[in-house]
């Protein structure tokens, strides 16, 4: 089939305005969050509902043809991007919510709904979907299950697969399967376990049923500021040794300080603070909360907090939240381009990791910001560069692998929320062997043979015992 | 050469017992990840049929075999790590001496598994068998960071990690996790802890259904957040009648002011366990259900418990049951035939409530199977899966029944 009977049958299946093949619309989608990875697809497609999904799927089954899903695009691995040779197959349009049962606490959505819509429609319930990525108001919870998403508040409650009950999924030969139930008890061995966080690789969810959660009734926030990171990062673990779990606990250091607060989302952060980290506490008892929060204001000051501030109201609370989840954004400030790392490592080496970083980043000439969920251990160190100039992207590129190395050495590993993608492939045989890495191929193969959808993504082939020939484009800097 | 001198020969003298089994099957303990997959990628070469043990006190140990393979020797602790809250510990380590190793480190695994005190961990999480505190703390793989297990054909794999987040390559740490060990022998779980509560208290009450289940409205209603909330049948309670009994784990502010909240839910209705009254009701609702032949577990919504207690009690009886109705979690225990557990799981179906075998003797298990009733295109996936873990079939597992 040529390119354009392709066009014209997609065309009848969803509508001629919504197949992008005109160049200057597809380079739009040439990118995620991720600055460093471009391609651009042969087509776009947007259908309309999950029957116009199957049509598509089963069409490019037929010809062969590799496709890639995709929500909003906010992704920070390149892991929606798609080859000139595959068709992009955008699912914002199946934005509705189809349900919410409050009684039972669950809610049913199409995967283009925006994470923080749906959390709108459960208020009025006194219910919410709980991960809440920092791009919340933007991404999808399609791609949320996808990437198996995170967020500030997973401390407490869970990334996105605590949180998925079940799902409808489109196979890659456009066959429609049901995983999970609404009860969560599976229908067999755990295959939505295993489909969240698949990264596009498994087919495409087009029906997702969530857990709702009731919204707490108490909270208290508190801003603490610290003189240096060492010892932000030693209070992180005495706070996650006393027992107590806080809904939240983010990092921020000076240089992401410095952005927030030169920004419109200015927060009231220290400006010279080493680190700030912001706690919250939740829960459905006022007295209980606050207790808890006393107790760990005494745990901050103890482990070197110059001051712990309370969020006096709702409003300074959502001030100092926008400032932590905009902080990408503000970053955005320092230099034409971030790179967003993402890592974990065990939370008592963070002291011992952030300062490796830190090291890391001078011996390269670049700029890191830290901004970071701390009580996770999840890093999110952050480059800023002017990709123009020349050399420079090489230097960033190898100030990350050793960013990488590192945070493998102390125990973690290359991704804690944002997935693979593109970006991490190159690392993957850093914390697989052999037979891992060849093993989640085989798992891939069961539900898509010919590995046609998202291609190239997620396990680097080469790397495999039972590599086949097939390609990443990417891949290749650490193969043996 | 026969089986058992070859693998004497591959894993030394003492890693098989001959004598041990009811059955005549020989017993085999490799010492090591790496042992059992040399001998699992043995089996496959010779054809060897599989069965896996853990300590042989909840899945009978009588699936047909050629050799069984017991994780026993399993049974380190490579690291507890309480500035982390996480551990590592092997498959064949017993839960009881786990949780004694973790309280000495002033941690805590949130599980109350059903079944006796020993039960291995490898156990626990190969049926995902979570118990009362699944209320307040998850499931089975809520509590897992990572997994290592070996492959029908002898492949060791890894999955997950151990730090607390971790979305690098696919979660086959969830596929292992209630997979029933057709995919593969858990050989080692990285565990995401708590610090131990320093507050624990458990209250009851005791009514007919009716008034419990009004009762659990009641509760949900004014936002009480129990680690526990259990209804337990009278056999299952020793008590008269049944009981809900609601258990708090946290900081002491915490659990004071959620017990408090319950009295004012409830009017002070429910009545406070001392610490051994508490022990003893948690430990016996757990035991119990090692006593019966049979048990499963059906997850509905919590609107739906009622209505899925009331099917039980019609079809099966309803002497032991423990049953989180805040989650619409169930495990009956009892005594049934091959024929009603069919009939029963396509009632269920037909109200979009699956049911999972946990334990049967072995002419059931295989009748009926773990899972059943799959929701269409389910049963390819899961067949895809085994082959791609089981090339050889090695394992005798019954994923699914003769029906």
Known sequence: MTTTSLVEALAEIVGARHVRTALPERVTYARDGLPTHRRVPGVVVLPGSRDEVVAVVRLLAALGIPFVPRGAGTGLSGGALADDDAVLLVLTRLNRIVKIDPSNRVAVVEPGVVNVRLSAAAAPHGLQYTPDPSSQTACTIGGNVAENAGGPHCLKYGVTANHVLALEVVLADGSVVELGSPGGEPWGPDLTGLFVGSEGNFGIATRITVRLLPVPRAVRTLLADFPALRTAGEAVSAVIASGIVPAALEMMDQSCIQAVEDSVYAAGYPRDAAAVLLVELDGSREEAVAADSDTIEGILRANGA???????????????????????????????????????????????????????????????????????????????????????????????????????????????????????????????DGDSLAAMRAVRHVFDPDERVNPGKVVPVHACREWSGVRNVEWGVLAP | MSLVERVRALLGDDAVDVAATHDGVPRVA?????????????????????????????????????????TRRLDKIPA??????????????????????????????????????????????????????????????????????????????????????NVAGYDLTKLEAGSFGAFGVIVLVHLRLRAVPRADRTLVLEGSREDLAQVTDDITAAGIQPAAHELLSPALARRERWTLAVRFAGSAALVSAEEAGLGAATEGRFTALRVDEARALWTHAA??????????????????????????????????????????????????????????????????????????????????????????????????????????????????GTE
């Open chain 1, 306 to 432: 110059r001051s712990v501030v309370g969020a006096a109201d709702a409003k300074q609370r959502e001030r100092l939240w926008l400032g932590r989840k905009k902080a990408f954004g503000a970053m955005g400030r320092l230099s034409r381009n971030l790179v967003v790392q993402d890592a974990v490592v065990p939370r008592s080496a963070l002291p011992d990791v952030l300062e490796t970083i830190g090291r890391i980043a001078s011996s390269y000439g670049l700029t890191v910001s830290n901004v970071f969920h701390a009580g996770d251990g999840n890093l999110h160190p952050n480059i800023s560069f002017d990709g123009r100039v020349p050399g420079l992207k090489a230097r960033v590129d190898a100030a990350s692998g050793e960013m990488m190395a590192a945070c493998i050495a102390a125990g973690g590993t290359i991704t804690g929320e944002h997935g693979v993608g593109l970006d991490k492939l190159r690392y993957m045989p850093m914390i697989f």
């Open chain 2, 30 to 70: 490799p010492a090591s990840p790496d042992a059992v997959a040399l001998l699992l990628g043995t089996a496959r070469a010779e054809g060897w049929r599989v069965r896996i043990e853990g300590a042989a006190s909840w899945l009978a140990a009588d699936a047909p075999a050629d050799l069984a393979l017991t």
């Open chain 2, 80 to 165: 507890i790590e309480p500035q982390d809250l996480s551990a590592t510990a092997e498959a064949g380590i017993g839960c009881d001496l786990l949780r004694q190793q973790l309280a000495d480190r002033g941690t805590w695994l949130a599980l109350d598994p059903p079944g006796l005190a020993g039960r291995t961990l490898g156990s626990v999480v190969a049926t995902a068998t979570a118990g009362p505190l699944r209320q307040g703390f998850g499931s089975i793989r809520d509590h897992l960071l990572g997994v290592t297990f070996v492959t029908g054909d002898g492949r060791l794999v890894q999955s997950g990690g151990r730090v607390m987040k």
């Open chain 2, 287 to 400: 035991e119990c259900f090692a006593a019966r032949p049979v048990t499963f577990r059906v997850g509905g919504l919590p609107e739906s418990s009622d209505e899925l207690l009331d099917l039980l009690q019609h079809q099966v009886g309803d002497e032991w049951i423990s049953a989180s109705p805040g989650i619409g979690a169930i495990r009956w225990g009892g005594e049934t035939t091959a024929d009603r557990l069919r009939r029963l799981r396509r009632t269920l179906a037909g109200l979009e409530v699956p049911l999972t075998l946990e334990r049967a003797p072995w002419p059931v298990r295989a009748a009926v199977g773990h899972f059943g009733a799959y929701r269409e295109g389910v049963g390819p996936l899961v067949t895809g899966l085994r082959r791609t873990f089981d090339p050889g079939e090695a394992f005798v597992v019954a994923v699914e």
